[in-house]
């Protein structure tokens, strides 16, 4: 009887809206961006040289890809609010084992770290996919971008100025915002999703719907899309830094670029606009030709830091641009029917980039200099540049009415 007495908004929340999820993007870009410039920092400095530094992040990687796909498995035996708020409560636990400070307690904060990403991210993307209209999705990603464009931008360069204070202070930050993520996600009162139809029979194995993604080539090319993105985000983010430190440049420059990179992020929404009147094809082509040649371009100039470094943060912007596009081909794909499946299948690529990023690094520093990663960066783009000529003229833009002339 005292249920007549709560509120209706208490017993019913609202739908949640495009700007909610906004603001989840905009706090866990906080957590990220105070310490993306801050960490492959920590870790060179704790295992000393940049093989030993792609040798940490390739076991994560490894380690990672396989959660991420269990979290599927996860949302079926718990409720999906709760896998969101245990994902928030690893970057709690990743923070404290980086300011222990040891070379395993590091380790295993990258790979805590990984796994509270992949967790948010999973579930945010089903959440997504669960309550925004196909149609919306191109915006929605943009003001997830713009929600996310000041701390990623303030994030790098803060992080770095924190570690100079006192070392453990950045993780302190971003434990802060951590759990502000958490307090923010339970406000919003999302639930767990919307469900298509109740479960009959045993759950799913959490690998048996790999084969449904296979099978569906539009799918596996715009995973490989995300994959390379993130790849390029990965260099961009782990070696330029290390790439300044061996070039007698400082600690601090990679943060500052990184920072002023991010600053882009601000204007997602015109150059989402921009992508529209092109169409994705279009965008997709030009700007992965731009980035094959910034990259290779960086190699080629290398022994001259300052210029190739230049092309690197040239490159950095086209880097954004597949941000705000690169997604479009896998989303604008998945069946409705399988929303938390695919979600987590798309979210793996920042783990494959995780393996696949270190692992090509280790490989080409057998052989190469660091300089090397730029150019197999470069070749990468290359290959996204191939595949994107197979994107259909018209993705992402308005479809014409069926009722029209």
Same mark, same amino acid.
Request: aromatic residues 12%.
């Given at each position: 009887?005292?249920?007549?007495?709560?509120?209706?908004?208490?017993?019913?929340?609202?739908?949640?809206?495009?700007?909610?999820?906004?603001?989840?993007?905009?706090?866990?870009?906080?957590?990220?961006?105070?310490?993306?410039?801050?960490?492959?920092?920590?870790?060179?400095?704790?295992?000393?040289?940049?093989?030993?530094?792609?040798?940490?992040?390739?076991?994560?990687?490894?380690?990672?890809?396989?959660?991420?796909?269990?979290?599927?498995?996860?949302?079926?035996?718990?409720?999906?609010?709760?896998?969101?708020?245990?994902?928030?409560?690893?970057?709690?636990?990743?923070?404290?084992?980086?300011?222990?400070?040891?070379?395993?307690?590091?380790?295993?904060?990258?790979?805590?770290?990984?796994?509270?990403?992949?967790?948010?991210?999973?579930?945010?993307?089903?959440?997504?996919?669960?309550?925004?209209?196909?149609?919306?999705?191109?915006?929605?990603?943009?003001?997830?971008?713009?929600?996310?464009?000041?701390?990623?931008?303030?994030?790098?360069?803060?992080?770095?100025?924190?570690?100079?204070?006192?070392?453990?202070?950045?993780?302190?930050? &971003?434990?802060?915002?951590? /759990?502000? %993520?958490?307090?923010? *996600?339970?406000?919003? $009162? +999302?639930?767990? !999703?919307?469900?298509? =139809?109740?479960?009959?029979?045993? &759950?799913?194995?959490?690998? /048996?719907? %790999?084969?449904?993604? *296979?099978?569906?080539? $539009? +799918?596996?090319? !715009?995973?490989?899309? =995300?994959?390379?993105?993130?790849?390029?985000?990965?260099?961009?983010?782990?070696?330029?830094?290390? *790439?300044?430190?061996?070039?007698?440049?400082?600690?601090?420059?990679?943060?500052?670029?990184?920072?002023?990179?991010?600053?882009?992020?601000?204007?997602?929404?015109?150059?989402?606009?921009?992508?529209?009147?092109?169409?994705?094809?279009?965008?997709?082509?030009?700007?992965?030709?731009?980035?094959?040649?910034?990259?290779?371009?960086?190699?080629?100039?290398?022994?001259?830091?300052?210029?190739?470094?230049?092309?690197?943060?040239?490159?950095?912007?086209?880097?954004?641009?597949?941000?705000?596009?690169?997604?479009?081909?896998?989303?604008?794909?998945?069946?409705?029917?399988?929303?938390?499946?695919?979600?987590?299948?798309?979210?793996?690529?920042?783990?494959?980039?995780?393996?696949?990023?270190?692992?090509?690094?280790?490989?080409?520093?057998?052989?190469?200099?660091?300089?090397?990663?730029?150019?197999?960066?470069?070749?990468?783009?290359?290959?996204?540049?191939?595949?994107?000529?197979?994107?259909?003229?018209?993705?992402?833009?308005?479809?014409?009415?069926?009722?029209?002339?």
């Amino acid at each position: 009887m005292a249920l007549r007495y709560i509120p209706l908004h208490l017993k019913h929340p609202a739908t949640p809206k495009i700007t909610d999820f906004a603001i989840l993007s905009g706090l866990e870009a906080a957590v990220r961006g105070t310490l993306i410039s801050t960490v492959p920092i920590a870790v060179y400095d704790a295992f000393g040289s940049a093989s030993n530094l792609s040798t940490v992040y390739l076991v994560a990687g490894v380690i990672t890809l396989f959660w991420g796909l269990m979290v599927p498995r996860l949302t079926q035996i718990f409720p999906r609010r709760w896998v969101y708020s245990a994902g928030c409560g690893l970057y709690l636990v990743a923070m404290a084992l980086f300011i222990l400070g040891t070379a395993l307690s590091v380790q295993l904060a990258i790979l805590i770290s990984a796994m509270a990403t992949v967790t948010t991210f999973v579930c945010l993307n089903a959440y997504v996919l669960d309550y925004v209209a196909r149609a919306d999705l191109g915006r929605t990603q943009g003001q997830q971008m713009v929600y996310a464009a000041v701390p990623w931008a303030v994030g790098p360069l803060t992080g770095v100025w924190l570690r100079g204070l006192w070392a453990p202070l950045p993780f302190l930050v &971003a434990g802060g915002f951590a /759990a502000l %993520l958490l307090a923010v *996600f339970w406000y919003l $009162r +999302l639930g767990n !999703g919307k469900q298509i =139809a109740r479960a009959r029979g045993p &759950a799913v194995n959490p690998l /048996a719907y %790999l084969g449904r993604f *296979f099978q569906q080539p $539009r +799918l596996i090319i !715009g995973w490989l899309f =995300a994959v390379f993105r993130s790849c390029g985000w990965w260099v961009y983010v782990v070696y330029v830094p290390v *790439f300044c430190i061996e070039s007698g440049l400082g600690d601090k420059l990679g943060g500052v670029m990184l920072s002023v990179s991010n600053a882009t992020l601000l204007i997602s929404p015109l150059l989402a606009g921009m992508a529209r009147r092109l169409t994705v094809r279009r965008t997709m082509l030009w700007t992965l030709a731009y980035c094959t040649l910034l990259f290779t371009g960086a190699t080629v100039f290398s022994a001259f830091p300052h210029v190739a470094l230049a092309l690197l943060f040239l490159s950095s912007f086209g880097l954004v641009m597949l941000d705000v596009t690169g997604g479009l081909p896998f989303l604008m794909s998945v069946k409705p029917s399988e929303r938390a499946e695919m979600a987590a299948v798309y979210s793996s690529f920042r783990d494959v980039s995780g393996i696949l990023t270190p692992g090509a690094a280790w490989l080409v520093l057998l052989v190469f200099p660091l300089s090397g990663i730029f150019a197999a960066s470069g070749v990468a783009f290359g290959l996204s540049w191939w595949l994107a000529q197979n994107l259909h003229p018209r993705l992402g833009t308005p479809r014409p009415s069926r009722g029209g002339a």
